[in-house]
Nanobody
Framework: QVHLVESGGGLVQTGGSLRLSCLASGRTFSSLAMGWFRQAPGKEREFVAAITLRGRNTYYVDSVTGRFTISRDNAKNTVYLQMNSLKPEDTAVYYC?????????????????WGQGTQVTVSS
């Protein structure tokens, strides 16, 4: 079993930045591909970014490419999502997810474990 805890959400103005963190426990972190997803009110959950087991490869949805950066620190069992140039349409609950021995998929159904989510609100 893997336990994921997100932190770092909050309220920010358009153009601002936030860094989300997700601390994992319960399994060797380097065996987990990690992803970030988000869900806005009334919308389906959406893939945001993913990173492979050792961080060699990263993947992003087009709408955040160039603004968001996913990274991981395997020594700290933590994955990060640095979000810059935030827009109101980035407002959502952001979820961290773990895929055991995964490849950094954009498909939510590939992920085995999920955090509880952290709210990000971008004001215009």
């Amino acid at each position: 079993q893997v336990h994921l805890v997100e932190s770092g959400g909050g309220l920010v103005q358009t153009g601002g930045s936030l860094r989300l963190s997700c601390l994992a426990s319960g399994r060797t972190f380097s065996s987990l591909a990690m992803g970030w997803f988000r869900q806005a009110p009334g919308k389906e959950r959406e893939f945001v970014a993913a990173i492979t087991l050792r961080g060699r490869n990263t993947y992003y949805v087009d709408s955040v490419t160039g603004r968001f950066t996913i990274s991981r620190d395997n020594a700290k069992n933590t994955v990060y999502l640095q979000m810059n140039s935030l827009k109101p349409e980035d407002t959502a609950v952001y979820y961290c997810a773990a895929d055991l021995y995964g490849t950094g998929s954009a498909a939510a159904e590939e992920y085995d474990y999920w955090g509880q989510g952290t709210q990000v609100t971008v004001s215009s």
